[in-house]
């Protein structure tokens, strides 16, 4: 099975400030990686996801991620944090068994929880 | 194009009794699976469904099941419900295709007392 640690439970920066939030995985296959995030009282929304077709990733709200096969990494970065930017984001790995046909059995890490101060 | 609709957003449930929770998914959208977020455990993967039929399941006892209807929509039922079982399941759905990425309802916070 897949697995996906994602480097401190809380991280805090300021408005204006580089965001950087940590994800490594282990996975015996070339791996399916996303990025989600959750506001509060809500689901968890795409922000971006790795599919093989470029190490850089692009997404949504000015996010990006690079796939490090080396150091098996796929870091989550904005440049410049905005206060909209607090919630929690999860890094995520397809977790196909033997057998399976679909991707939608999702293996998350436990979850970063950014705090932006103003 | 609606999101993943999930109902009730809140439950209330005791000790013993059975919930049913619904999930209708993205228009066209064929496969729906679920997950429970707790504190401790964090998202887990239920089982997912497909065309009605199970596809995958993870790792929970058999008081956890689903179903889905012809039109996709899908219900996930729990027994016998435990302390433990207070959560919030979120339902996601899918296009075809392998790995096509997970579009999430906003959850059912289910509290068992």
């Known amino acids: 099975a897949q697995s996906v640690t994602q480097l401190g439970s809380h991280v805090s920066v300021s408005e204006g400030a580089l965001v950087l939030l940590r994800c490594n995985y282990s996975?015996?296959?070339?791996?399916?990686l996303f990025w989600y995030v959750q506001y509060p009282n809500q689901g968890l929304q795409l922000l971006l996801k790795y599919t093989s077709a470029a190490t850089l990733v692009k997404g949504i709200n000015g996010f990006e991620a690079e796939f490090k096969k080396s150091e098996t990494s796929f870091h989550l970065t904005k440049p410049s944090a905005h206060m909209s930017d607090a919630a929690e984001y999860f890094c995520?790995?397809?977790?196909?068994?033997?057998?399976?046909?679909?991707?939608?059995?999702?293996?998350f890490g436990e979850g970063t929880q950014l705090t932006v101060n103003p | 194009k609606a999101g993943v609709t999930q109902t009730p957003r809140y439950l209330i449930k005791t000790r013993g009794q059975q919930v049913t929770l619904s999930c209708s998914p993205i228009s066209g959208h064929r496969s729906v699976s679920w997950y429970q977020q707790t504190p401790g455990q964090g998202l887990q993967f239920l089982f997912e469904?497909?065309?009605?039929?199970?596809?995958n399941k993870g790792n929970f006892p058999g008081r956890f099941s689903g179903r889905q209807f012809s039109n996709s929509r899908s219900e996930m039922n729990v027994s016998t419900l435990e302390l433990g079982d207070s959560a919030l399941y979120l339902c996601?759905?899918?296009?075809?295709?392998?790995?096509?990425?997970?579009?999430f309802g906003n959850g059912t916070r289910l509290t068992v007392t």
């Open positions: 995520a790995v397809s977790d196909l068994r033997v057998g399976e046909t679909s991707g939608s059995r999702l293996t």
């Open positions: 996601a759905s899918s296009s075809v295709g392998y790995n096509s990425p997970l579009h």
């Open positions: 469904y497909f065309s009605e039929t199970q596809r």
């Open positions: 996975s015996s296959v070339p791996p399916y």
